[in-house]
């Protein structure tokens, strides 16, 4: 399944992936206009519609004997998309514990276990806001695509080139993080200078 994915995103098949994505994509415009239900169900109608016309097609074909009378779409009625009990219940943990991790990670940032995870926190939620008031859930969700379909194969053929720019990234991170890091700390206390071995030394007349 895995291996299937990693072709649609890096066009290893284009006719394929040109056909999900752009289904995908104008799924989601369609939203625009068009509620939820509607648009599955035009979709919906628009597949049935073509399968069914193909299936006829072939019957026709196989009662003329022009064909072998073969389904035209076994090979999708052949895959297996079952899961076993072992893999089910593996899929279910992984869901659990990602869960639980998510919660816990939200309720240290929430209740301030460490102000600045909290306050990086705090301006994550304060530049959604601004990105809420400029997108909505569906225009996030078709860059989300496009960026899915197009940032993969973008760097694979630029992998060096995006490597150098998130090091150089990454290194102004860290040294904004150290200087935020050292301000909340505060200055640091010299040491008091050690005292003299062997005691104070005797005043001199």
């Known amino acids: 399944m895995s291996s299937k994915v990693t072709d649609l995103i890096y066009w290893r098949d284009t006719e394929r992936t040109g056909m999900v994505f752009t289904g995908l994509v104008v799924g989601l415009l369609s939203l625009f206009q068009l509620s939820f239900i509607t648009v599955v169900s035009t979709l919906s109608l628009a597949a049935m519609c073509f399968t069914i016309a193909v299936r006829l097609y072939y019957k026709v074909l196989d009662a003329l004997q022009w064909a072998d009378g073969k389904h035209p779409f076994q090979s999708y ?30 309720k240290r940032l929430l209740f301030v276990d460490s102000l600045i995870n909290s306050l990086k926190f705090l301006f994550l939620m304060y530049l959604l806001t601004f990105l809420g008031d400029l997108f ?20 694979k053929q630029h992998q060096a080139r995006v490597d ?7 290194a102004n991170v860290d040294n904004i993080k150290d200087i935020l890091h050292r301000l909340f700390q505060g ?11 062997g005691g104070a030394k005797p005043k001199t007349k």
């Open 77 to 106: 009625l052949d895959l297996d998309i079952t899961l076993s009990t072992e893999q089910a219940g593996t899929y279910m943990e992984r869901v659990i514990v990602m869960t639980t991790s998510a919660i816990a990670e939200i």
């Open 136 to 155: 909505n859930g569906l225009t996030l969700m078709i860059i989300a695509v496009i960026s899915l379909f197009s940032l993969p194969l973008f760097y």
């Open 164 to 170: 150098g720019f998130v090091e150089a990234v990454k």
């Open 187 to 197: 200055p640091s206390r010299t040491p008091d200078p050690d005292p003299a071995p």
